[in-house]
């Protein structure tokens, strides 16, 4: 018996096989459940559609979320297919290279505007449409990072993006709360992700959270994964407008020294 026998779920954010998203896709088929994804780009079919043949994922759709008729056109499918829907991700974030490394104050208007469409706006027609595909309720969850929080070197535009984004979480939370669907953010710390490459330094902000973060070891899209498939679970039935660090701890830490770094000093 696993936890999400019978659950439906719908992924968006599948660009190859290190992507979080496939991370949560493996996760929740673990747990049984029947899934479904939306991919970004022609370009990425030769990489999304042998991973899902793989998985005996035969749903599998194109979306490109700054459209509202794409997004709707997704769902649509989804219900001819599945009839409902339990559980969906938002695993998806995009900001114009320019944006990303470089100074902060150097944020261009339509970066800006295109950063908080792509990786905030849309959890909300997404979770609308999901939410009309969930009469007995069901868990919606979104990718953010400490960067919402926190000043984080280089990650400029999307900063502001996650900050949206996770107001957004809980908004949504309050809104759909009282039909059963319940809307949360996980924050990962640093995985090498494609996404993660368009950030510059990225490979030096692995490797020193991987030093300092109290359980010191690296973070995987297996861990991300299992606690998609947590949130997604009726375990996490009290669980919602939260944000749940995927992180080994970084973000309790006031000051990164370790024990050794003080000893050296
Ligand atoms: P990824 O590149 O594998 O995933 C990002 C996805 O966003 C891709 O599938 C891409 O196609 C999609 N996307 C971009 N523009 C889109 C559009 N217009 N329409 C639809 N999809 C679009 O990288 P990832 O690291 O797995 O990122 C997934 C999520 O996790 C993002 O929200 C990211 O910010 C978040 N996250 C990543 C890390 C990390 O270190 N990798 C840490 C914290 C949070």
Redesign the pocket.
Known sequence: MGALDGKVALV?????K????WGVVQALQRAGATVGIS???KV?EKRVFPLAEGAGIDFVEE????SDEQIEAVFTKAKERFGKLDVLVH????APGEDLGGRFRDISREGFRTALD??AYSLIPMAKHAAEMMPQGGSIMA???YAAEKVMPRYNV?AVAKAALENIVRNLAADLGPQGVRVNAI??G??R????AGVPGVRAMIKYSNRVSPLRRPITQEDVGNVAAFLASDAAALITGETIYVDGGYHVLGITLTEEDLDAL
């Open positions: 968006f954010g599948v660009a190859n290190r992507s979080i998203a991919y970004a780009g990425l979306c490109d979320v700054t695993s998806v974030a995009f792509i990786s990718m953010t990072y999307m924050s990962p640093p995985i992700t494609l996404a993660a």
